[in-house]
């Protein structure tokens, strides 16, 4: 009777903000009408604040406009903390409109034999198992980490685009350009 | 410090694309996943503490309730333990959950079936396990429903997981279905689990002795996360 197995995964389906973004999704006042993970800077912590703009396309080419994104980083010192002023893990829906998830946070550091990244968790309607990817930044020599180096030609899907006010990054589902998307 | 996290078996979750869901066919890479053993990145994960919750947050049949009212359906606890696949409990952790309503309607823009929103029920909860990894909430019996994918589809009963472990790699959300519901057998999102022996484990039991007498009954559903490296976490990654 006992199961020691992990508990199979299902979709997060379509009305997922409903649990992780209620006030996302008009349930007025629930938990204090604060959505958990919506804020990654909250006090005045070192460190480069960066905005990274997020986009998931599907299939048939359409961002996706009913989905969730986590983020999980090192801080500016490549450590996972906890450190003051600043959360390391963050939660945003994907725009009911444009598709686009917006995260206002730090600038990561390197962990201990790694370059910074950032790990993105993506669930969503059709989508089973919730997906696992990293953004690596185009300033800094990606090749000698060992988990960029795994996704081999195709890692250039993992590095974001500086832009003037931050970075954009477009993940894929299918296509030439395809995201990596990672077993971890 | 790889290895910490055990594997995951991916042969026992749903594939990416399972093709009677339809909506996994434009949402489901076409590359396998590429396997890499966790790093720190996951094997850390973000914490919670307990006085994040507001006194009401696992009770669904109040919480989005007018004052002095409830909301309607079949009154229900479910419970059961969060525990690893080394069979250690995980206390501290975040359990978020959203269900539709007793008539199988849940208050999103997005859901426009005929059964009518109950006013004093919003659909989401959430609490954090004890120190023996156990969780609790109250609420009310969801309902079936019907939904597009492009046949006579009607989701069984059921209730949405959210679950944190010590690390991110330990991530997952899920969903509860009941014992002895029929349409368990016919959904093709349950389906796309490979295994009976799988989709067992995510439906709840009538559970009798937790049952409260003339007031309310009990479901049982335990959850369980990937295991974990005991001496890692409970010797280095603690404080973390």
Redesign the interface.
Same mark, same amino acid.
């Given at each position: 009777m006992a199961n020691f197995k992990e508990s199979a995964s299902q979709t997060a389906g379509p009305y997922v903000h409903i649990g992780c973004v209620p006030t996302f999704a008009g349930l007025e006042g629930m938990y204090g009408g604060k959505d958990l993970g919506n804020t990654m800077i909250t006090g005045n912590p070192a460190g480069k604040r960066i905005t990274l703009c997020l986009r998931v396309i599907d299939a048939a080419g359409e961002p996706m406009t009913d989905a969730m994104i986590e983020a999980w980083q090192p801080g500016p010192e490549g450590s996972f903390g906890p450190t003051e002023g600043f959360n390391h893990w963050g939660r945003q829906p994907t725009d009911a409109e444009t598709g686009e998830a917006i995260f206002k946070t730090l600038m990561p550091g390197a962990p201990t034999g790694q370059t910074p990244h950032i790990l993105l968790w993506i669930a969503a309607r059709g989508i089973n198992m919730a997906l696992i990817t990293r953004v690596y930044f185009p300033e800094n020599d990606n090749a000698a980490d060992p988990v960029f180096a795994i996704a081999g030609e195709r890692a250039a899907t993992l590095v974001a685009e500086k832009t003037d006010n931050g970075y954009v990054h477009t993940i894929h589902l299918q296509g030439d350009h395809e995201t990596v998307f990672f077993d971890v | 410090m790889t290895g910490l996290i055990s594997a995951?078996?991916?042969d026992?979750?749903?594939?990416?694309l399972?093709p009677d =869901?339809r909506?996994?066919?434009? !949402?489901?890479?076409?590359?396998a996943?590429?396997?890499?053993?966790?790093?720190?990145?996951?094997m850390?994960?973000?914490?919670?503490g307990h006085n994040?919750l507001?006194a009401l947050?696992d009770n669904l049949i109040l919480? =989005?309730a007018n004052p002095g009212e409830a909301a309607i359906g079949p009154r229900i606890i479910v419970h059961g333990k969060l525990?690893d696949?080394?069979?250690r409990p995980l206390p501290g952790k975040l359990i978020?959950?959203?269900q539709a309503n007793a008539g199988g309607r =849940? !208050?999103?823009?997005?859901?426009g079936y005929t059964a009518p929103l109950d006013p004093n029920f919003? /659909?989401? /909860?959430?609490c954090i396990s004890g120190e023996d990894g156990s969780y609790s909430f109250q609420t009310i019996q969801p309902g079936p429903y019907p939904w597009p994918n492009g046949g006579n589809d009607w989701r069984p009963a059921h209730i949405?997981f959210?679950v944190f472990g010590d690390g991110?790699?330990q !991530?997952?959300?899920?969903?509860m279905y009941f014992e002895g519901d029929p349409h368990i057998a016919l959904c093709p999102?349950?389906q796309?689990?490979p295994s009976t022996?799988?989709?067992n484990?995510?439906v709840a039991r009538l559970d009798m002795s937790n049952t409260i007498p003339m007031d309310i009954r009990a479901y049982r559903f335990?959850?369980?996360?990937?295991g974990r490296n005991q001496t890692l976490f409970e010797n280095k990654m603690e404080g973390?």
């Open positions: - | 995951r078996d991916l026992w979750h749903p594939a990416p399972a =869901y909506s996994s066919i434009l !949402r489901s890479p076409a590359h996943l590429l396997h890499y053993d966790p790093t720190e990145t996951e850390t994960g973000p914490t919670f994040m507001g947050d919480n =989005y525990i696949e080394d069979r978020e959950v959203w =849940y !208050r999103h823009k997005k859901d919003g /659909g989401c /909860g959430r949405h959210s991110f790699a !991530r997952l959300i899920t969903q999102i349950v796309s689990i022996q799988a989709i484990t995510l335990d959850i369980v996360l990937r973390l």
